[in-house]
């Protein structure tokens, strides 16, 4: 069935850049809008980025506006995360995530179906 495998996390310091891939196997990867999830220890997994199919439309968290950068190419089946400026509070195990082709509330943990395994990401001061 569907798999996705995300990686390139990885320990950073506080204004470094990190960038996070995320490989699609068992689906039409250009069919499907993607996004990117993370998770704090103790807090809930919350949305920071998505992408439409095409790559045309991306939305950020406002917390990560201006600094993230969602892509993909869709010939690789494979969907980033360009992470700069980090931050120590960006430290989470990021998620990607297939948007569900019938909801289009890219920012709701619930409108995503299948979730990679997540990656490490560890920003120092």
């Known amino acids: 069935q569907v798999q996705l495998v995300d990686s390139g996390g990885g320990l950073v310091q506080a204004g470094g850049s990190l960038r996070l891939s995320c490989a699609a196997s068992?689906?039409?990867?250009?069919?499907?809008?993607m996004g990117w999830f993370r998770q704090a220890p103790g807090k809930e997994r919350e949305f920071v980025a998505h992408?439409?199919?095409?790559?045309?439309?991306?939305y950020y968290a406002d917390s990560v506006k201006g600094r993230f950068t969602i892509s993909r190419d869709n010939a690789k089946n494979t969907v980033y995360l360009q992470m700069s400026s980090l931050k120590p509070e960006d430290t989470a195990v990021y998620y990607c995530?297939?948007?569900?082709?019938?909801?289009?509330?890219?920012?709701?943990?619930?409108?995503?179906?299948?979730w990679g395994q997540g990656t490490q990401v560890t920003v120092s001061s």
């Open positions: 995530a297939r948007n569900l082709l019938e909801n289009r509330n890219y920012y709701q943990q619930t409108a995503y179906d299948y």
């Open positions: 068992g689906l039409t990867f250009g069919r499907y809008r």
């Open positions: 992408i439409s199919q095409s790559g045309d439309f991306t």
